[in-house]
């Protein structure tokens, strides 16, 4: 009797005490890490993010950038830190996702030691083709590549990115040969596409967006199941013909693994309120960001379902990058 009355009251310390922790929480300043430099849609997402959650929460919310490595030194410092809900990452897919399919020393496991939180924004990928390609639609370009094979090339910010794996995708799912031309981060690549060095690149909308208006790039085709808002006009790769062919850069928070469930479900709730907020949502509208929110369970089996797909591409492509 003495010993179920002690686990009672223990079990009642419990509950008592997250409940105090959650009513508390935060009681001091918030870190979100960025794996990334400033400026980039991950980087965005996180300050907008940070600027809803202070005006919530009447913390400070601060951004950290700390990028290299695909990533992987920013998660790292997340992983690595407290799990008490006062340093959390904003994740972007390598990190999270891709890395693991290419990168067998990782010091730390995405699936064992992040603990997702919620989806927060995605942005499809466009495929803009230089015009000297002559190509102003998916199906021109896939006749192009079919009566001149390996004449059609493709840039990429690096090999077993998104934006490479898009590429294969295309090329897998049209029986076609594409060249992946492969630069060192999405500036010098947007560049050489620019100058016509190159013929067609996946890349987000928001950045390409001047130079898809001017005329000097011609966007063909959105790699997602609707139609972009900054380019109507624009058929996705599945009104063309393509099937199932969706690519969307996402960027979703992630807390270390450990964090109480008494947290991660305040923080769920917490950020889901702000992201839906007009004032939220328009500002990252305004970048070519989609707000897409929900449960840490729907967010983690779309991790999942996104490392099958790639996972399959590059069993398929044979897509490797050397260590």
């Known amino acids: 009797m003495k010993l179920a009355s002690a686990i009672a009251i223990c079990a009642m310390t419990a509950l008592t005490s997250g409940a105090a922790y959650s009513q508390t929480f935060p009681g001091k ?45 920013g998660a790292e410092a997340v992983v690595k830190s407290a799990p008490d809900g006062y340093t959390l990452l904003v994740g972007y897919t390598p990190e999270v996702s891709l890395n693991k399919l290419f990168f067998r020393n990782m010091s730390y496991d995405p699936d064992r030691d992040l603990l ?38 493709y840039a990429s910010p690096g090999i077993g990115g998104q934006q490479h794996l898009a590429g294969e995708s295309l090329a897998l799912a049209t029986k076609t040969k594409l060249m992946h031309v492969p630069y060192k981060g999405t500036g010098p690549a947007t560049t050489d596409l620019l100058g016509g ?57 992630f807390a270390p693994a450990g964090t109480s469930s008494i947290v991660a479900e305040q923080l769920n709730r917490d950020v889901i309120a702000v992201m839906r907020q007009d004032i939220t949502k328009n500002a990252l509208e305004a970048q070519g960001l989609d707000v897409r929110t929900g449960t840490p369970k729907e967010f983690a089996d779309f991790i999942r379902e996104e490392m099958a797909k790639y996972g399959h591409i590059t069993r398929e492509a044979n897509v490797k990058i050397e260590q």
């Open 116 to 153: 997702p939180i919620t989806l927060l924004t995605s942005s499809p990928l466009v495929l803009a083709v230089h015009p000297s390609v002559g190509a102003k639609s998916v199906g021109e370009l896939i006749a192009l590549a079919k009566s001149n094979p390996g004449s059609v090339n």
């Open 29 to 73: 300043a918030v870190r979100l890490v960025v794996a990334y430099p400033p400026g980039g849609a991950t980087d965005i997402t996180a300050r907008v993010l940070a600027k809803a959650l202070n005006a919530k929460w009447g913390q400070p919310v601060i951004v950290e950038n700390r990028p290299g490595a695909s990533g992987m030194i």
């Open 197 to 253: 060095q190159v013929q067609m690149m996946f890349a987000s909308i928001a950045p390409l967006l001047p130079h898809l208006r001017a005329g000097k790039l011609i966007p063909v085709g959105i790699a997602d199941t609707r139609r972009s808002p900054l380019l109507p006009d624009v058929p996705t790769f599945i009104e063309s013909g393509v099937a199932r062919f969706e690519f969307v850069n996402w960027f979703g928070l």
